[in-house]
């Protein structure tokens, strides 16, 4: 790695201090300005006016909000996101216990998708006008257009309820014992502790969750390869190289490849975010034990503090996810660092 | 107007954007009709628990919920509901965005600076994942889907017509104009403007398609438009514990939201298509 690398990915990571410290406060003045009474949100509906008072108190409500905003950086940066009213627990620490399901799911799902959507994509591009070609782009049309959690149901629906050949939910069987944890991954721990029920159990549970999920990011992926692809079809150098007798086959693995990894980093970025969002409604629909179904649990419950930390917690992820797609962009392609 | 016959001529050639702007088209006139096409317009409301849960028939094409309600008329209805906020919500997004946009493109200043960075922190959350956050806080229901939709819609809008001005300020037709001593007011509206509009038509588009499908999740995850108001993505969080057996209930609403959103985006890319000739034709 060479020094303008270097300097490069130490740029990016400043500047993502600013944009991370904005949507603390972009979250802070939400929960705060917006709401006629922030205590009362944070008691719950089935608070007595006493409770709200008390709260009022313990989280300082009735102070300025410049003070507000300081106390509640300070208590963030010692990971006190509050209580859950829902799970009577600390919100920092329900987020650590959900957040392997949520992130088995989505490593899966954008697995899924590139593995699928790359090829695709390429495929589209070089046989640009066929048949294939159209076809995919109906296919991803649609793939934008659908709702993803109605998606799931009719999934569930079809394989599910009439032909009964997947499970409805879940993570895993009733009868079969979670693997040993180790990662928090149910999957991965099944492998690594050898054991071939829980891998089994756990495999079927994600296919139709992963599926779901994936579509709509497998339509954006086959889309954005494709017109990489196609933009790197029409350049000169691939004219040359085709004139000067180079064997079609070479060209493509050679350049065009190359070229499609790139589109591909690029848009993972774009990528996790969508899937992310996504979560909240797929294991909703799959009772997918993860941080988007404890989001909905603290919807349904007017649980405000957990949502809030839901919240901050995905920002963070994403900021955090785009930063280091930059760097590893810049690993592949040095010319992004000059710019 | 020959430009304008020449790009209706395009328009029609173009079966995807046709059909989109069909779709669009029976899609305003079932919500301004719905109580005329409806064959049980007072089912919006009035429940009818002796019927519930009916196949489709004759009398209910398509069935009817548990509320003995008949679903096509609530389809209808929500057609309104769906147009509101996604109208409200994109309109006001663009008040907001492209203003901004043009301001922070024209200027190279701290202020279009800051104007940046605040976009880019909103674009930093998911969007359905602040709309969740902001509806919530509000309080659920339709004016707070309309009010979130709109607070985290609006950066897209900025974003584009940043990069787009920001692109325009290097042509030599916008130094000349400021050479001849236009003001900035003048430059902005009538020069940069009319160059991004494009743009921000396409974008309005497939931004409506979109504001849908989350206005819907809204719905369906419970902090959006509340029962019995007859959302789409309401009546499929409805219709769950129904299943297997009421098929009928969760699959139109879903159909209904798929075609309308399908419409919005087929518009928006061939509208990209007709209007920026520079744009190789193809599905991006």
Redesign the interface.
């Known amino acids: 790695m060479n020094r303008s690398l270097l300097i490069y990915a130490c740029k990016r990571v400043v500047y993502a201090v ?3 410290l ?2 603390l406060v ?2 802070f003045v ?2 705060r300005v ?2 006629a009474d922030p205590a009362a ?1 944070v008691a719950g509906e089935m608070a007595t006016p006493q409770q709200v008072e008390a709260l009022r108190k313990q989280y300082r409500f009735d102070e300025p909000l410049p003070v507000q905003l300081v106390l509640y950086l300070k208590r963030l940066a010692k990971g006190d996101m509050g209580k859950s009213l829902y799970s009577g627990r600390k919100v920092f620490d329900d987020l650590v216990d959900r957040f392997p399901a949520t992130l088995e799911l989505t490593l899966v799902s954008m697995v899924l998708s590139i593995l699928i959507g790359v090829p695709l994509g390429i495929l589209a591009a070089l046989k640009r006008n066929s048949v294939l070609d159209h076809l995919l ?1 109906g296919v ?3 793939g ?8 799931g ?2 999934l ?2 079809f394989f599910s ?2 032909l009964g050949i997947t499970p409805l939910g879940g993570r895993i069987g009733m009868s079969v014992d979670p693997p040993a944890s180790i990662t928090g991954m149910y999957i991965l721990d099944a492998l690594l502790t050898l054991n071939g029920r829980a891998l089994w159990s756990a495999a079927v549970h994600m296919i139709l969750p992963s599926l779901t999920l994936a579509f709509a990011s497998f339509a954006t992926i086959t ?2 390869t ?2 990489g692809v ?1 933009d790197v079809v029409q350049q000169d150098f691939i004219t040359y190289e085709r004139a000067m007798g180079l064997p079609p086959r070479l060209v493509i693995y050679k350049y065009l490849l190359r070229n499609a990894i790139i589109a591909t980093v690029t848009q993972i970025g774009l990528l996790f ?2 899937l ?3 979560t ?2 797929i294991e ?1 629909v799959f009772d997918w034990p993860g941080l988007g179904l404890y ?2 649990n603290a ?2 419950l ?1 649980d ?1 503090q957990a ?2 930390g ?2 901050l917690l ?2 963070i992820a ?2 955090t996810v ?1 930063l280091l797609v930059d760097i590893a962009l810049s690993l592949i392609d040095p010319r992004k660092a000059e710019t | 107007m020959k430009g304008f016959r020449l790009a209706w001529k395009k328009f029609t050639r173009d079966r995807l954007a046709f059909t989109g702007f069909v779709i669009i088209f029976v899609l305003l006139l079932a919500a301004l009709f719905a109580p005329v096409l409806a064959p049980y317009p007072e089912d919006t409301f009035q429940i009818h628990p002796a019927d519930r849960l009916q196949p489709p028939s004759a009398e209910h094409l398509l069935g009817t919920d548990s509320m003995g309600r008949d679903i096509l008329s609530r389809l209808l209805f929500g057609t309104r509901v769906t147009l509101v906020i996604a109208v409200i919500a994109v309109g006001v997004s663009l008040l907001i965005g492209v203003p901004l946009g043009l301001v922070a493109g024209y200027f190279e200043n701290l202020f279009s600076e800051g104007i940046m ?2 976009a ?3 674009l ?7 709309a ?3 509806a ?4 659920p229901s339709i004016r707070s889907v309309i009010l979130a939709l709109s607070i985290t819609y609006w950066p897209w809008f900025t974003r584009i017509v940043y990069a787009e001005t920001r692109a325009l300020k290097k042509r030599a037709f916008l130094e000349a104009t400021e050479a001849v001593g236009a003001g900035s007011l003048r430059t902005i509206v009538l020069h940069v403007l009319p160059n991004v509009s494009s743009s921000i038509i396409v974008r309005s588009s497939i931004g409506m ?1 979109f504001t849908i ?1 989350t206005a ?2 809204l719905g ?4 959006g438009a509340q029962p019995p108001t007859p959302e789409w ?1 309401v009546t ?1 969080a409805e219709s ?1 514990q129904f ?2 057996d009421a ?1 009928w209930y ?2 139109f ?2 159909l209904a ?2 075609i309308v ?2 419409g919005f ?2 518009l928006g ?1 061939g509208l990209r298509d007709i209007l920026d000739p520079r744009i ?1 034709r ?3």
């Open positions: 600013p944009t991370i904005g949507l972009l979250v939400i929960s917006i709401p949100l782009r991803t049309v649609a934008l257009a659908i709702a993803s959690f109605w998606l149901i009719m569930q629906l309820m009439w889309r954005f494709r017109s196609l975010g969508l992310l969002a996504g909240v409604v909703t989001a909905f919807i349904v007017s405000y949502i809030l839901v919240t995905a920002g994403y900021v785009n | 960075r605040v880019d922190i909103f930093s959350i998911p969007q359905v994942i602040l969740i956050f902001l919530q806080s509000f309080r398609g499908l819907a999740t369906f995850l419970g902090v993505g499929i769950r299943l297997p098929w969760a699959t609403p879903g939201i798929f959103v399908m985006n087929m890319d190789r193809g599905f991006d």
